[in-house]
């Protein structure tokens, strides 16, 4: 499919994070892009405002008048969907019944990258700090890249990057730098062929969709393999044996010696500072924008990218001191000399994990009070001793009833069932609507909201309450 002869975009699921950076896309390209999602959000909210129509209902005889308005037929028009969306859902079936080309988002994204200098970053977790800080080096060093991110960046408020010279089409002279999150849900990532790959995890994940562990290892090992001739892949050091992977790679690490590591980390007045030490030399006293030890690794991932490119460690530098994160990752909503609050993206046991021991190391003698909603009735299922081992580092936990998104309920699998393994006596089960009641009558040195659901809904009445309660 040549996507310059499609006039008409439709997305279902276009709430997404990743289905509305490609929504974005194809609007700023001048095609007529309309979708639908169950319900509306600030993002949603965002792509109204920018000229995208967007309802939030399943209405087929909308979709009928639409499609008969505008002339939709086979040749100019495409169905994006994302697999959150069930193929039972009557749009769908719509579209299907009348023959109208239906893809997958990986489908659309990995044939928009397929000509260009593509940069996938994959992993468990990771994904979205550090292809967002690659994106950032990229543009402190004045290279034009364009940039699909799992997450609104901070430093540019958006899920999308444009270059000044991207165009629609298949035929680029000069390949353009396109920056993308490799997402391993349904093997998505298998639509990609890299310039440069970079895998930052490998802990269980999506055991839905995989099965087991080792079957999930062998797909990331098969996209490893998808490199463009020439490519570049870049592994964390502490998974490396679990690739079956024939070729040359570079490593990285935060704590260990690699290809390029960090050493010499310390902290000072909550930021990160260390030495990045590399095939080439040494990178004394660089200074994170972003907090939390997790991040300092991204960091190193993103340096060796930025090396591959040839950008010089003054850009290097400059870019890792004025990168400010992106949303829900280690997000500060307030921090002041009563109460910090950090909102934060984590679903997955060791990225709590991460997340609860860095601000334990960086708010020593604090009292940390998590809020956490789980993601997923599957992966509450599949982790659920992890998820309480990691809940268990908090002071104290707050736990939300479990976050469906795309799945049914499964029988005996609840927040009370977490909450029975967690060992911590400081515990309970509040719900939404209780939990702003229920922060007033705590005295609380540092919160943090956890999850990958709708807990962001909730960010910023915590925020007024902590405002209101320690101002």
Not at 32 to 59: C, M, Q, R, W
Not at 163 to 173: A, F, I, V
Not at 429 to 458: F, P, Q
């Amino acid at each position: 499919m040549n996507l310059n002869n499609i006039q008409h975009f439709y997305f279902l699921g276009i709430g997404g994070i990743g289905m509305s950076a490609l929504a974005r896309f194809f609007n700023a390209m001048g095609k007529d892009v309309s979708g639908y999602d169950k319900t509306p959000t600030a993002l949603t909210n965002e792509l109204i405002a920018e000229g995208i129509k967007v309802h939030f209902e399943e209405n087929v005889s909308l979709v009928k008048t639409m499609l008969t308005s505008n002339s939709w037929t086979k040749d100019n028009s495409l169905i994006v969907y994302t697999p959150a969306v069930p193929k039972s859902h009557s749009e769908y079936v719509l579209f299907n019944d009348l023959g109208l080309n239906i893809k997958k988002r990986a489908e659309v994204l990995g044939q928009l990258t397929e000509q260009a200098q593509t940069i996938a970053v994959a992993g468990t977790h990771g994904k979205t700090t550090t292809s967002s800080l690659i994106a950032h080096i990229l543009r402190t060093a004045g290279i034009d890249c364009s940039a699909f991110l799992g997450g609104i960046t901070k430093n540019y408020n958006t899920n999308l990057l444009l270059s000044k010279n991207l165009k629609l089409t298949t035929n680029n002279q000069q390949p353009t730098t396109i920056v993308v999150e490799a997402d391993e849900y349904d093997r998505s990532f298998l639509t990609l062929h890299p310039y440069i790959t970079v895998i930052t995890s490998l802990d269980a994940d999506h055991l839905d969709i995989y099965g087991d562990k080792k079957k999930m290892e062998a797909t990331y090992s098969e996209f490893a393999k998808q490199l463009k001739p020439g490519g570049k892949l870049i592994i964390n050091r502490n998974i490396e044996n679990e690739l079956t992977y024939i070729g040359v790679y570079i490593t990285y690490s935060a704590t260990k010696a690699a290809d390029f590591y960090a050493a010499n980390v310390m902290i000072e007045n909550g930021n990160y500072i260390y030495d990045i030490i590399t095939p080439e030399g040494k990178m004394e006293k660089v200074t994170l924008g972003l907090p939390g030890m997790h991040n300092v690794e991204n960091s190193i991932a993103a340096t060796a990218v930025a090396c591959q490119m040839g950008v010089t460690n003054e850009a290097i530098r400059k870019a890792l001191k004025t990168f400010e994160g992106a949303k829900r990752r280690f997000d500060y909503q307030v921090k002041n000399d009563k109460v910090v609050y950090i909102d934060d993206y984590a679903h997955h046991p060791e990225e709590l994990r991460a997340c609860i021991s860095s601000v334990k190391q960086m708010y020593p003698g604090k009292k940390v009070t998590g809020i956490f909603q789980p993601h997923l009735y599957t992966r509450t299922r599949d982790f659920v001793d992890a998820f309480a081992e990691s809940l268990d580092l908090l002071d104290e936990c707050i736990l939300l009833d479990i976050y469906p998104a795309r799945e049914l309920p499964i029988e005996g699998v609840t927040s009370t069932m977490l909450l029975n393994r967690m060992k911590s006596k400081n515990k309970s089960l509040v719900s939404k609507a209780d939990l702003i009641n229920e922060l007033s009558k705590r005295k609380l040195e540092i919160v943090l909201t956890l999850g990958a659901g709708d807990i962001d809904m909730l960010v910023e009445p915590i925020k007024n309450q902590l405002l209101k309660q320690y101002n």
